[in-house]
């Protein structure tokens, strides 16, 4: 799943490229996958692309029109969605590559780009809406770590009293935006800390670490995406990982064995040595 790092690298580009051009042409072809109805699809096309922001995994493609106000094409990607972007867009909405086409948007200068998933369950969502926080998921994001004005305070007030399992909670989005199960096996390796410990038990020196960890993986991880297109993207951030995705190499830490257990349908993987007091997860 796309995480905030490679998501704002993924915006950043997407502005410098699209920043002031028309919408010629929008088109959803999943229908499932537009989950507004009014404004449609139609009626981005005359309007200009002021920027495209990320907001936690999520982007916003902000859009003006002189008489009709600002419109938002909010790109929620799922597990497998992505961008695909054209310097020539092809006309007519044949797919290009293997991934399942679900929009198109061609701009006037003839670039454009694609809406993508290569999953199952094409699970790749678009809103079109006045603002932002019309879409449900993004009224209720929690702090971002990657933002700015990032409070390890307000991080450990999230913390505090939750009966939830740590690894969940940093995934949830309504607690912390931009954060998956990738980063979230990379952070808590960095803080030493199992994915199943709850995190009202975490003492303040924990959540100390874990806070600057957080704040310190996402981004490192973002300056290392900084200037890659986003074909390369996906790749580069697995060459990258350290735990996740590595079961069985060797802990780059303490040199034992990275494990992995699963939850809910999902993996994770993680350090016995370095997170666990060397006993593996069942």
């Not at 993508?116 to 449900?136: E, F, R």
């Not at 670490?209 to 390369?232: D, F, H, Q, Y």
């Not at 990982?241 to 494990?259: E, K, N």
Request: aromatic share 4%.
């Amino acid at each position: 799943m796309p995480e905030s790092p490679e998501v704002q690298e993924l915006a950043l580009f997407l502005t410098a490229q699209t920043k002031g051009r028309e919408v010629r042409a929008a088109d959803v072809l999943l229908p499932k996958a537009l989950k507004t109805q009014h404004p449609t699809p139609a009626d981005l096309v005359g309007r200009q692309i002021t920027g495209v922001t990320r907001l936690g995994k999520m982007i916003d493609i902000a859009t003006t029109s002189p008489d009709a106000g600002a419109l938002h094409v909010i790109v929620h990607f799922g597990h497998d969605g992505w961008v695909l972007w054209h310097d020539l867009s092809p006309e007519g909405t044949k797919r290009t590559g293997d991934a399942t086409l679900m929009a198109r948007f061609r701009l006037d200068d003839g670039s454009g780009f694609d809406l993508t998933d290569a999953g199952q369950w094409k699970a790749l969502t678009v809103h079109i809406v006045p603002n932002p926080t019309d879409v449900p998921a993004v009224a209720k994001l929690g702090p971002d770590p990657l933002a700015a004005d990032f409070d390890p305070v307000e991080f450990a007030r999230i913390l505090a009293g939750r009966r939830k399992q740590i690894k969940a909670l940093l995934q949830d989005q309504s607690a912390f935006a931009g954060i998956g199960n990738a980063y979230s096996d990379e952070i808590l390796h960095a803080a030493k800390i199992s994915p199943l410990t709850h995190a009202a038990s975490l003492t303040d020196e924990e959540v100390s670490r874990l806070a600057e960890k957080t704040r310190e993986i996402l981004v490192n991880a973002t300056a290392a995406r900084r200037g890659i297109v986003p074909s390369e993207l996906r790749d580069d951030k697995r060459a990258a990982l350290t735990v996740h995705r590595r079961t069985g190499a060797t802990c780059p830490v303490c040199g034992d064995t990275i494990r992995e257990f699963t939850y809910s349908g999902a993996a994770a993987q993680y350090c016995p040595t370095c997170q666990t007091g060397g006993a593996p997860l069942a």
